[in-house]
C-alpha cells in the first residue's frame, strides 16, 4: 500500500488500466531529462519550442488537459513556476 502512495497521478490511473508503466526520458548528453517520463520530456521539449498546450496536444495526439497536466508536473517535478523556466532549462541541458 505504501507504494501506491509514491506513485504520481498518472503513475497510479496508468496501473489501474493495467497499461505499462511509463520509461524515464532518455538522458541528455548531462543526464538531466532523466527526472521526467518519457512524455514529460515531450511535452517539455515542444514548450521550449514555443508551442501552446492546444498546439502540443495536437501534435502528440493527446488533450488540451493531458498537456496541462504534464506541464504541471514538469513545474512540480523541477521546481519551476512558469514554462520559460521550463525552456531555458532546457536550453542549458542541450548544451
Do not use: C, Y
Not at 512524455?39 to 493527446?62: M, P, T, W
Amino acid at each position: 500500500m505504501e507504494a501506491g502512495r509514491r506513485l504520481s497521478r498518472d503513475e497510479a490511473i496508468r496501473l489501474a488500466l493495467g497499461e505499462a508503466p511509463e520509461k524515464p526520458a532518455t538522458a541528455s548528453p548531462n543526464g538531466q531529462m532523466a527526472m521526467l517520463g518519457r512524455r514529460e520530456a515531450d511535452v517539455a521539449r515542444l514548450v521550449a519550442d514555443g508551442l501552446s498546450n492546444k498546439e502540443i496536444g495536437g501534435r502528440l495526439f493527446i488533450s488540451e488537459r493531458t498537456v496541462d497536466s504534464h506541464v504541471r508536473s514538469i513545474l512540480n517535478k523541477l521546481g519551476f513556476n512558469s514554462r520559460s523556466q521550463i525552456a531555458a532549462w532546457l536550453a542549458t541541458a542541450n548544451r
